[in-house]
């Protein structure tokens, strides 16, 4: 996406200044880097040639984790054609419109981006249908969240370094990764709860403060995410032909782009779709930016803890944008994701997975020898998320070579 500059409102006294011009960086106040960090679990000497967050940043990109996205279904498991978003894809795209918003927030562009790279790491096999199935075979042990399971992978399971386990990321990198979709201890939804029941244990070493909301750099990647779900997820089911740009007239807010669009005088669908894309991500940038700022101007933030000690989030659409996505998410559900050909694909995929964790809960020798290992030391709950965890960071791919493996009826997963 192009850098997208936005006129500055009259009515935010704040010092934004004109919209910064590309390669431009200022930070506010209010930007969690204003401030020194609040260190690492494990102490650490500081780099020379990089910030904390340009520190955890790196860390995220050379884990086995973020390699496995490549391999990982956003809509599509990954062999169903080479141009439709994988979870790397759709991951990369977040971290670069968190990065463009936060700039224009005067925001620490760093970690915003941690944030975005970190935010689907502990996505399993097949999105979506496959974290419904973890989330049901691991309700004895407190079920599965994809959220939760990003936050275990930086803070335990990925065995890289010598002196600890995880990636050792600071506070304000794992703070921001647990408050994805706000302040978990203050919210009714009950997979919050298991949010905060999950972190018990490493509340006591390192206090989250999971009753505030989280850095204005965590808003932005939570808003930038959102923002390429349904953009990109829009672009794949066009080019996959589950539905036509016809559909989306009745989309208030894709209307008048389709209306721009069919006043040309030679039209190319697949250009048309580009430009539908395009045109929709730059708007709701610029609804972010600007409804941000007026949010910024209302508070009058001086220091991080004013954005997270805020009675609201302080990044977010304006109310007009945010009920026009609420509508563009129902067209999205209805006509896309419970689409027959969609739905099929995922009802096979929950049969892969679900059968894979039932072996291997029972024979957690046919598992790789170092999570086979693993199994026979410890009690049964134990053992499941052992295996939750195993089948949980495989990619599409593994997981259809492993079932393969075991069973003579793998579906074909198209």
């Known amino acids: ?3 997208v500059l936005l006129p500055e ?6 010092d934004f200044g004109a919209s910064l011009r590309p390669g431009e960086r200022r930070l506010a106040g209010y930007a969690a880097s204003a401030v020194p960090s609040r260190g690492r679990l494990s102490e650490e000497p500081a780099c020379p040639t990089r910030s904390p967050w340009q520190r955890d940043r790196d860390r995220v990109l050379h884990s086995a984790a973020f390699r496995r996205l490549m391999y990982k279904t956003q809509m599509f498991v990954f062999h169903e054609g080479d141009h439709y978003r994988t979870r790397m894809t759709h991951t990369l795209e977040v ?10 927030l005067q925001l620490d562009e760093d970690l915003a981006e941690v944030l975005a790279l970190a935010h689907d790491l502990g996505h399993p096999p097949f999105g979506h249908a496959g974290e419904r199935v973890l989330d049901e075979v691991l309700e004895p042990i407190g079920g599965f969240d994809h959220n939760v399971q990003s936050f275990r992978i930086v803070t335990q399971l990925e065995a890289r370094y010598a002196g600890f386990d995880g990636l050792n990321l600071t506070w304000e990198s794992l703070e ?3 408050k994805h979709n706000g302040p978990p201890a203050l919210s009714s939804d009950p997979r919050d709860a298991r949010v905060v029941a999950a972190l018990a244990g490493f509340q006591v070493k390192m206090d989250l403060e999971l009753e505030q909301h989280g ?3 965590a808003q932005v990647a939570a808003l930038a995410d959102d923002i390429a779900w349904h953009t990109h997820d829009i672009d794949d ?5 589950l539905i036509e740009l016809s559909d989306l007239r009745d989309v208030r807010l894709l209307r008048d782009v389709l209306g721009d669009l069919e006043k040309r005088p030679t039209r190319d669908r ?3 779709i580009y430009e539908l894309v395009r045109v929709l991500i730059t708007r709701l940038v610029s609804d972010v930016v600007t409804e941000s700022r007026t949010r910024l101007h209302q508070l009058q933030p001086s220091t991080p803890d004013d954005i997270r000690q805020a009675q609201r989030s302080i990044v977010g659409f304006s109310h ?7 509508e563009l998410r129902t067209f999205l559900f209805a006509r896309l994701y419970h689409h027959r050909r969609v739905l099929d694909v995922m009802d096979k995929a929950q049969t892969v997975v679900r059968q894979l964790v039932d072996v291997y809960a029972t024979e957690g020798a046919e598992m790789s020898d170092d999570w086979a290992n693993s199994t026979e030391v410890i009690g049964t709950p134990q053992r499941l998320r052992v295996v939750g965890d195993f089948v949980a960071g495989m990619t599409d791919r593994y997981a259809i070579e492993q079932h393969s493996r075991l069973f003579d009826d793998t579906p074909e997963l198209r």
């Open 1 to 3: 996406m192009s850098q």
């Open 9 to 14: 409102p009259e009515a935010i006294a704040l």
């Open 95 to 104: 971290a670069q419109i968190a990065r463009t918003v936060a700039r224009q």
């Open 176 to 178: 921001g990764l647990i």
């Open 215 to 217: 850095s204005a750099e």
């Open 237 to 241: 089911g066009l080019r996959a032909g």
């Open 270 to 272: 697949s250009r048309d």
């Open 320 to 326: 007009n944008m945010f009920t026009q996505l609420k």
